[in-house]
C-alpha cells in the first residue's frame, strides 16, 4: 500500500504526536526514569453539567482513583495504610487549573505522580489527557498530610510510604 505525501504526512504526524505523549509519561530525573501512573476513565453522565462538559468537582473523583490505584501499584493500598501503618492521609490543599473542556463520555488518561515529599506531608501533582492527544486537559496538585488515625494529630510519613512511593516521585 503506497501512501501519498499529504497522507504520510498526516500520519507521521500523528505517530509523532503520539511518541511525545508517551514519552511525556516518563520524567528525565538524572539517570533514572521517573514513571507516572496513569489510569483511564470515561466521562460519565453524573460528570458532566447541562452543556456535556465535564463538571469541574467531577474531577476529584478522577484524581482520587488515579492516587488509589498508584498507591496500589506502590504496595500501599488502604489496607496496608490505614492499617498497618495507622494513619490517614487527609488532604490540606487542593488546587487545578483546566486548559481545555472535557465532553461526555471522553476516555481520560489521568496520570499522577509524587512532586515533593516532606516530613508529614506529600504533593500528588495530577495530568489530564483525553485518550491519545497530547493537549492537557487539566493539571492539579493534592497536598495530602500523615495524621495519627485515632488522635488526627499530624506525624512523620512513614519510611515504607517513602520507600515504595520512590519510583513515582520526582528528584
Same mark, same amino acid.
Given at each position: 500500500?503506497?501512501?501519498?505525501? *499529504?497522507?504520510?504526512?498526516?500520519?507521521?504526524?500523528?505517530?509523532?504526536?503520539?511518541? $511525545?505523549?508517551?514519552?511525556?509519561?516518563? #520524567?528525565?530525573?538524572?539517570?533514572? &526514569?521517573?514513571?507516572?501512573? &496513569?489510569?483511564?476513565?470515561?466521562?460519565?453522565?453524573?460528570?458532566?453539567?447541562?452543556?456535556?462538559?465535564?463538571?469541574?468537582?467531577?474531577?476529584?473523583?478522577?484524581?482520587?482513583?488515579?492516587?488509589?490505584?498508584?498507591?496500589?501499584?506502590? @504496595?500501599?493500598?488502604?489496607?496496608?495504610?490505614?492499617?498497618?501503618? %495507622?494513619?490517614? #492521609?487527609? !488532604?490540606?490543599?487542593?488546587? &487545578? %487549573?483546566?486548559?481545555?473542556?472535557?465532553?461526555?463520555?471522553?476516555?481520560?488518561? +489521568? &496520570? +499522577?505522580? +509524587? @512532586?515533593?515529599? @516532606?516530613? =508529614?506531608?506529600? !504533593?500528588?501533582?495530577?495530568? +489530564?489527557?483525553?485518550?491519545?492527544?497530547?493537549?492537557?486537559?487539566? %493539571?492539579?496538585?493534592?497536598? #495530602?498530610?500523615?495524621? $495519627?488515625?485515632?488522635?488526627? $494529630?499530624?506525624? *512523620?510519613? *512513614?519510611?515504607?510510604? =517513602?520507600?515504595?512511593?520512590? *519510583?513515582?516521585?520526582?528528584?
Amino acid at each position: 500500500m503506497e501512501l501519498g505525501v *499529504p497522507a504520510f504526512a498526516l500520519l507521521l504526524l500523528s505517530l509523532t504526536s503520539n511518541i $511525545q505523549h508517551l514519552t511525556s509519561l516518563l #520524567l528525565p530525573t538524572s539517570n533514572l &526514569c521517573l514513571m507516572k501512573h &496513569c489510569i483511564e476513565e470515561r466521562v460519565r453522565w453524573g460528570d458532566v453539567d447541562a452543556a456535556s462538559i465535564i463538571f469541574y468537582g467531577a474531577y476529584i473523583r478522577f484524581f482520587e482513583i488515579a492516587e488509589t490505584e498508584m498507591f496500589r501499584a506502590a @504496595g500501599l493500598s488502604y489496607s496496608v495504610m490505614f492499617d498497618e501503618l %495507622d494513619i490517614w #492521609l487527609p !488532604r490540606a490543599h487542593l488546587e &487545578c %487549573d483546566f486548559k481545555r473542556a472535557a465532553r461526555l463520555d471522553d476516555l481520560l488518561e +489521568v &496520570c +499522577v505522580y +509524587v @512532586g515533593r515529599i @516532606g516530613t =508529614r506531608s506529600l !504533593r500528588l501533582n495530577f495530568e +489530564v489527557y483525553r485518550k491519545g492527544e497530547p493537549e492537557l486537559i487539566a %493539571d492539579a496538585h493534592f497536598v #495530602l498530610v500523615a495524621v $495519627q488515625r485515632d488522635s488526627f $494529630q499530624t506525624v *512523620p510519613l *512513614p519510611d515504607i510510604l =517513602r520507600e515504595k512511593l520512590a *519510583p513515582f516521585t520526582a528528584p
